[in-house]
């Protein structure tokens, strides 16, 4: 009978299997010989700025693999517990609690150390294979610089306030608290998972300004940018 950890395994060799299947449909062999690597596009953002919808465009413009709500359930496999679980930790692992962030659901129970492992199993392994676009987990944190493009989206604060408060449907000072909320949960997860601050510049090959720039602009130069990396990495490789 195979152990926890044994099944831990075969699940998360079940994901990379089925992700490989989709690359090896993409590139022959002697494509991969020729051309350059295409990375993941990484995408963090601030609560409110347009992040996932923009990653979500530049996927399906290169088509790409998008990874974000869907992440929680590959982790979850990962893992062996289920998706509620895990969906229940991410809300609360930015709590400042750090010993010990339990989810109870059904007597199931997870230590952050734990997640933070089978997150960086499941970006890690995306991360290999390129073609893809993953939104916020810390990815750009996980990814070797070499094997991502990193791209931050920010906006004012009040733009970002009114985002929300239009898509929830709710008043402007709920929205603001779940903006500056959701802020500083993203800014201490970083901290406390990749002893990095998520705001410097540093960390990203660019930063998008959605106050000063709509959707398809902000689609435009990432995959420009994409694009001119991929050309630049070919006249090395000559």
Same mark, same amino acid.
């Given at each position: 009978?195979?152990?926890?950890?044994?099944?831990?395994?075969?699940?998360?060799?079940?994901?990379?299997?089925?992700?490989?299947?989709?690359?090896?449909?993409?590139?022959?062999?002697?494509?991969?010989?020729?051309?350059?690597?295409?990375?993941?596009?990484?995408?963090?953002?601030?609560?409110?700025?347009?992040?996932?919808?923009?990653?979500?465009?530049?996927?399906?413009?290169?088509?790409?693999?998008?990874?974000?709500?869907?992440?929680?359930?590959?982790?979850?496999?990962?893992?062996?517990?289920?998706?509620?679980?895990?969906?229940?930790?991410?809300?609360?692992?930015?709590?400042?609690?750090?010993?010990?962030?339990?989810?109870?659901?059904?007597?199931?129970?997870?230590?952050?150390?734990?997640?933070?492992?089978?997150?960086?199993?499941? *970006?890690?392994?995306?991360?290999?294979?390129?073609? #893809?676009?993953?939104?916020?987990?810390?990815?750009?944190?996980?990814?070797?610089?070499?094997?991502?493009?990193?791209?931050? *989206?920010?906006?004012?604060?009040?733009?970002?306030?009114?985002? &929300?408060?239009?898509?929830?449907? *709710?008043?402007?000072?709920?929205?603001?608290?779940? &903006?500056?909320?959701?802020?500083?949960?993203?800014?201490?997860?970083?901290?406390?998972?990749?002893?990095?601050?998520?705001?410097?510049?540093?960390?990203?090959?660019?930063?998008?300004?959605?106050?000063?720039?709509?959707?398809? #602009? #902000?689609?435009?130069? &990432?995959?420009?940018?994409?694009?001119?990396?991929?050309?630049?990495?070919?006249?090395?490789?000559?």
């Amino acid at each position: 009978m195979a152990t926890v950890e044994q099944q831990d395994e075969q699940s998360v060799e079940q994901f990379v299997n089925q992700q490989i299947k989709k690359w090896q449909k993409l590139y022959t062999a002697d494509e991969k010989k020729k051309t350059a690597k295409i990375p993941v596009i990484t995408v963090c953002m601030e609560p409110g700025a347009g992040g996932c919808l923009i990653g979500e465009q530049i996927a399906n413009r290169l088509g790409f693999d998008f990874f974000h709500r869907d992440m929680m359930h590959r982790i979850a496999e990962s893992a062996r517990i289920s998706t509620t679980v895990v969906d229940s930790l991410e809300k609360e692992r930015l709590s400042g609690v750090q010993d010990f962030i339990a989810s109870v659901i059904k007597e199931q129970y997870i230590h952050p150390s734990i997640y933070l492992e089978h997150l960086m199993k499941v *970006v890690g392994t995306i991360g290999k294979h390129g073609h #893809a676009v993953i939104v916020g987990r810390g990815a750009n944190f996980i990814i070797p610089p070499k094997d991502r493009f990193a791209v931050r *989206v920010v906006a004012p604060l009040e733009i970002r306030i009114e985002n &929300v408060s239009k898509r929830f449907r *709710v008043p402007t000072d709920i929205a603001k608290q779940r &903006v500056l909320i959701r802020e500083n949960r993203r800014r201490a997860f970083v901290r406390q998972s990749f002893n990095a601050d998520i705001v410097d510049p540093v960390h990203y090959d660019m930063i998008l300004n959605t106050g000063n720039m709509n959707v398809d #602009a #902000a689609v435009e130069a &990432v995959v420009g940018a994409v694009m001119g990396r991929l050309k630049s990495g070919k006249k090395k490789s000559r």
